[in-house]
Each structure stands twice: as C-alpha cells, then as structure tokens.
C-alpha cells in the first residue's frame, strides 16, 4: 500500500487527533481528511488500526478536543504523530471518590 | 426515494401503531414458572418468549418498573396475542387488565388455578398458547406509513468505526424517519456523559432539556456512589483494545445515533412511547436491558451498530445489526445485516441511508434478520432495586 493510500480521519478543524483508517507502522505518512488545516501527519511509533494519533504537540494535563467535545486530558506530554490512547489520555468525568462534578466543566 | 411515499406491510392493532411481525408472546412474570414457559414456549415453534426469574423477588420500585416494563412488552405492537404465566396473582391481573384495555387477546393462568402443578400449568399453557397462535395467524398485513414507526436506536461493542460512520448514519435514518412523522429512541443514558450540555441544548424545551441534563449527572453520580470508576468499565476492555479511549469519546459517537432532530421527550424505562419525534430513554447501558427498554416502549424495530461484533437482538423487535468495520464484515457475515463500511472510504452517507431505510421496509414487510433466523433474540428487564 503507497503512503498516499493511508488516511487517517478527523471531524473538524481544530481537532488535536484523528483516528487511523489503516494500521500505522513507525514512519508511516498519513493524509488526514475533513480537518481542513492539517493535512498530513506521520506516525512516531506503530499504531494499531482505527486507533487515535494525535496531529499536533500535546501539552500534559490539555484538554483533549475531537469533533468540538472535549473527550479527556491528556496525562503527558504528547508529540505530534504519537499514540493516543489509555497511557496517555484520561477521562474528566465519573471519577469514583472524586468531588462530584467539579472536575468535568 | 420520496418519503412520504415510502410504505410498510403491517398488522393493524385495535389502539396503537401497526405490528411488523404476529407473534404469541409467552410472558413469564415468575421464577417458579420460568421452566413451564420455558417448556410451553420451546413446544409453540414461532412463538417468542419474554420472561423475568426474579418476579416475587423484586420489590418496591424494582417492582413497579418490572410490572410497568412487563406490560409494555406485552403491548408491543409486534405482539398479536399473549399467554401470560405467573405465580403472582395480582401481578398477573395488572397484566391482564393492561392487556384488556389494549384489547389484545391473551390467557393468562397462575400457579394457584392449577393448585402449584407445574405440569398442568404447562399443560393448560400449551393448549391456551396453541389456540390463540393458531387465531391470530389469521390477520393480514395492511399498508401503513413510516409515520407509523417506531424505530430503537442502539450500539453494542462499540470500537472507533461506530462513532466515526455507524451511529451517524442511524442518525441520518433517525433524522428522516422523524420527518416523515415517525418516531425514533435512543438510550444508554451513561453515553451520553461529556455531551450533556449539546445533547440537552437540543430539547423541544428548556425542561425537557434540564431532566436529560439531570438524568446523565444522575447516572455520573450513580456510579461514584457505588464506587464504580468508569475507566476500564465504560468503554469496557473490548472497546479499549479496539481503540476508544474515554467515556466522553465514547459518548461523542455514540450521540450521532440521534442525528440533528430536536429531542422531544425523556422517557424512563419500561414506559410507554404513545407520541413522535425523537426521544431519550433514561436507561442502562447494557443492551439486553436497553433493548428491552425500547420493546416496552413501543419500538417494532431496532437499529443496533456494532464495532467489533455483537450478537445480541431482541426477541421481540428484529434487530437490523450495522457495522462500519470492514473485518468485522468480513470475520461475521451470519451476523452483520447491513454493512456500511464504504462509508469509511469516502461513500456518500445519503446514499446509505437510504439503503438502510429501503432495508427497514424489507424488514418491516417480513425479510428477516440475522438474529431472527438463528433465534439469538432475548428479552432481559433491568433490575431497579436491592434483593432482600
């Protein structure tokens, strides 16, 4: 498969990741469609298929954005093309001993 | 396709929508007579089974709701008759009456008419079953719009593809059935967590739009009480393997089920849907409970998206499974009704669409699904209360 095959698919325009439509292996170059200023991103490690990447540098604790809703924070620091997935994102909400919803606004 | 012409072959009701499907409905309402339904059922080939084992066992609220959602299942327009077993008396009276008033034919018989033998009580229910089967075999179906359909809303081992083209596209179905007068419902009140604020903006009021808010802080609040963390639980360890990360991403594509339609409603489970437009169901994630939920609400068919692959239909209500997932097509193809994966490659969501609403007509007339003729379909009713 060319590297022009490979897409990698976002909702809008400032979404931080998009998910793969193909596996990615370290070094793989991916077109990303309907995010409208990034175009292209190339994955810094393997990444399974389907899975988040992210598109742009990710600072730790920042709000993790997809399609207009925040979907989590992001525990470290992430690099454009890295993984993005349960080692390195975080849910806001239902946190069992948390101080009920003050995290989540 | 215009829709407004759009039709389905279906069994009138004396009060209610149309049926897409005839079918007895053995109801057990009991533990003690779940082996004698079960018997009874299993003798009637084509009858569907709807059954709870806890029955005397659930008080209180749990009662009421397992009562309430009993009847609804009953009076699922997709039921032409019902042979009610029970070993609670007043509970099966509550049924009767509801059954009466419906004017839908139905026998019931408790463990007391057969003073507690549970081979007459098989017995009896088998000759009871075999007569109102044999004369209800003899409706017609008559033509009916999409006006008349209530359509359920669900997704089961979910992965990113779900969110990415499966939901939406029943959104794009749901979006049009509301047009044309329909009705659709959507549930799994604890995915809609981290879109509460959009999601409850697009209400018919500020009301309406204040419970659906209240109703998944509720369900947020449930789980802390419990000492439940949704990380590992929601999404599960199937949907993390298969790439969803969060609760909130999750939710995010899980909404797109509810296409753009304004929300006209909140319902709780086991009530009724009498009125149209799009609902929300305040209910269980879990989809034997949430499909039961839209049984009892009305629904006479499920739309259902999987990511990964999920059996589970209703016994009740076909359930059409939808998958954007190109190997699940592929590894289940005795599973996946309807495939959507060319989504993914740049298809035109309108032109699926309207596939999927041409394949609801189908299905309404009577082609089956998956689930339908490998009899994977169950009916499971959420328990609301503790056991003591």
Known sequence: ?105 | MMMKDIEFMGYRRPIGRPGIRNYLLVLNATGLTQPSANRVHGLLVGSVLASTPYGMGSLGCDSEITSNTLCGICLNPNVGAVLVLSADRPRADVIGAALAQAGKPFHVICFDDVAQDNLRISDEGLRAGARLMREISRQRRESFGLSELCVGLECGLSDPTSGIAANPLLGRVSDRIVASGGTSVLGETIEWLGTEDEFSKRATTAQIGKKIEQAVLGREKMAQDAGIDLAGTNPNRINIEAGLTTIEEKASGSVAKSGTAPISGIIAYGDRLDTTGLFVMDAPAYSPESLTGFVAAGAQIILFTTGVGNSYVSAVSPTIKVSANPQTIQNLPYQIDFDCSAILDGASQDAKADSLLAEIVNIADGAKTWGEVLSEGSESISRHGAAL
Do not use: Y
Request: include cysteine.
């Open chain 1, 1 to 105: 498969m060319s590297g022009d095959t490979r897409q990698a698919l976002a909702i809008r325009a400032g979404d931080v990741v998009a998910n793969l439509l193909h596996a990615a292996r370290k070094g793989d170059v991916f077109s990303v469609r309907d995010h409208g200023t990034i175009a292209s991103v190339t994955a810094s490690q393997d990444i399974p298929r389907f899975h988040k990447i992210a598109l742009c540098a990710i600072a730790a604790d920042q709000k993790i954005v997809r399609g207009g809703l925040v979907i989590g924070r992001a525990t470290g620091a992430i690099k454009p093309g890295d993984w993005v997935h349960s080692h390195n994102l975080e849910s806001l909400r239902a946190k069992a001993k948390s101080p009920i919803l003050k995290d989540a606004k």
